[in-house]
């Protein structure tokens, strides 16, 4: 990350990444536990009564909040990319608690997702706070 | 219109419409005085963004639709620099770049 970050941005950028990836793991849960060959009204009628769907929705909602913080003190083409760190959180609890297996592939795809993030961490966060950076 | 074609079609559209929401989000944060108009939107547009995504994976692979859906850093840039007049810089274009492959790579077997 670019010096000069606020620690409190840097914490809730943190903690979009964590709420992203619990909503990615979350939402393959509970629609695993929903019945097949539904209609679509039937299906959301179904989610409806899942416990797990109420959970996501709650998680969405604090998902929002957090990122509209976010997004006051921070240029969208800066921390949108960033969030794409949390498909490494969720391979590495996929290898971690559903054992799907690390390829060569995948350990590039990693380096290539913190490359890009590293890069973008290091242009100004905000063009409004005039901070310099990397052209 | 092909199956073929509308799976992927449909997750290139996901994109586009995931960064308009986006946009909305941000300027939700730029003006104040429309922050209610600019959420809502955005809610609507996410919305509209996951149910147009649930009906392209019945057309489509996930371990296609998450690298074409990566797209959607592409047009949150572009849209970032034409609607929000960010500064888009090379080094962060390649960074979007970067992320794209990563992604590509990290959910091309899923």
Known sequence: ?135 | MRAALAGPLLVVLCAVVEGFSQVCFKKSALAPARRHFWIGTGVALFVLQAALYTVALQFVEVSTAFPIGSFAYVVVAILSRRILDEPVTRTRWLGVGFVIAGVSLLAGQA
Do not use: C
């Open chain 1, 1 to 135: 990350m670019k010096r000069g970050l606020p620690a409190w941005l840097t914490a809730r950028l943190a903690l979009a990444i964590a709420l992203d990836s619990a909503v990615q793991l979350l939402w393959k849960l509970a629609a695993l536990q929903l019945p097949g060959s539904l209609s679509p009204s039937a299906l959301a009628a179904a989610a409806l009564h899942q416990p797990l769907f109420l959970l996501l929705g709650a998680l969405f909602v604090w998902q929002l909040a957090n990122w509209l913080r976010v997004l006051e003190a921070s240029d969208l083409s800066y921390s949108q990319p960033i969030t794409s760190l949390s498909f490494v959180s969720v391979f590495a609890l996929s290898v971690l608690f559903l054992g799907e297996r690390v390829d060569a592939a995948k350990i590039f795809g990693i380096a290539f997702v913190f490359a890009g993030v590293w890069l973008i961490g290091r242009t100004p966060h905000d063009r409004r706070a005039g901070a310099a950076g990397t052209p």
